[in-house]
């Protein structure tokens, strides 16, 4: 089994050709509601530890890292779509 870990933030990227009504920052309010809501879409078997506006998620899985990794990045990617100024990054955390 392989143990992948990643940290979900939101950035403030500004307004965009894919999202021109992003024309100012959420509030930490509404970014901990749009991570919660995340964590519903996410796998079962994944951990999810909520720290400073962030998700910290721990993989542990019998599937590839790029599986697992494009698995997440799905999730992310349709919250993203569907919710007008929301920009969720993935950064892939080191294996400790």
Same mark, same amino acid.
């Given at each position: 089994?392989s143990?992948?870990?990643?940290? /979900?933030?939101?950035?403030y ?12 920052? $959420?509030?930490?309010?509404? &970014? ?8 519903? /879409? ?12 962030s $998700?910290?998620?721990?993989? &542990? ?14 999730? &992310?990617?349709? *919250?993203?779509?569907? /919710?007008?100024?929301?920009? *969720? /990054?993935?950064?892939? *955390?080191?294996?400790?």
């Amino acid at each position: 089994m392989s143990n992948f870990k990643y940290r /979900i933030s939101y950035e403030y990227l500004g307004p965009s050709k894919d999202d021109p009504f992003a024309t100012k920052p $959420l509030s930490p309010g509404q &970014v901990q509601h749009y991570l919660n809501g995340l964590c519903s /879409i996410l796998p079962h078997h994944c951990s999810i530890t909520a720290k400073d506006n962030s $998700l910290f998620v721990t993989v &542990v899985t019998s599937d590839s890292e790029q599986d697992t990794d494009t698995a997440l990045e799905r999730c &992310v990617v349709k *919250l993203n779509r569907a /919710i007008s100024g929301l920009s *969720l /990054i993935i950064d892939r *955390l080191p294996e400790e």
